[in-house]
């Protein structure tokens, strides 16, 4: 589990830096798909881990606006502020946090339950599902895409 959240951050991380070499008018075009353009993307990956986190911790979420942070360096800022809280989570996961169930309330009222697992897996498969879309829009542009393989990273070893 921790391997997959280390390599997600990663090519955060990569995606970041990639970033800094596009104009500002390409980061926040909106686009065809997920939530808007890239840097909208990018917060919302951030916005979107940390909620999840936070809701198995049984802290209160609230959602965060991209108006507040609509330039690389603030969601960057936001990334960094929200990593201090996630990480540690991430980092204490024990094979027993597994099977916790999650109780939660659809928009139509249903109530569903999951396993803490099955959570924490939609958070890491979240955030590679908009990487690709990152992926498509970086050649859309005519720039090369941050390489999204795992192989290589060293992450096995940490």
Not at 59 to 68: A, G, I, L
Not at 99 to 105: G, P, Q, S, V
Not at 122 to 146: F, N, T, Y
Request: with cysteine; hydrophobic share 40%.
């Amino acid at each position: 589990m921790q391997m997959m959240f280390r390599y997600n951050w990663m090519v955060r991380e990569e995606w970041y830096r990639w970033c800094e070499e596009v104009s500002e008018e390409d980061l926040l075009l909106v686009r065809t798909g997920g939530v808007g353009g890239i840097l909208h993307t990018l917060f919302h990956i951030v916005d979107v881990e940390w909620s999840w986190i936070r809701i198995l911790q049984g802290k209160p979420d609230f959602q965060e606006s991209f108006d507040d942070h609509n330039t690389l360096e603030k969601v960057k800022e936001l990334d960094a502020k929200f990593r201090f809280e996630v990480e540690p989570f991430v980092r204490a996961w024990e094979e027993q946090m597994e099977n916790r169930l999650f109780h939660d309330k659809t928009p139509d009222g249903r109530v569903v339950t999951d396993t803490w697992g099955e959570v924490m897996r939609h958070i890491i498969a979240h955030e590679i599902h908009h990487i690709g879309q990152l992926s498509v829009w970086a050649r859309e542009i005519g720039k090369k895409p941050i390489s999204a393989n795992l192989i290589g990273r060293g992450l096995a070893s940490k």
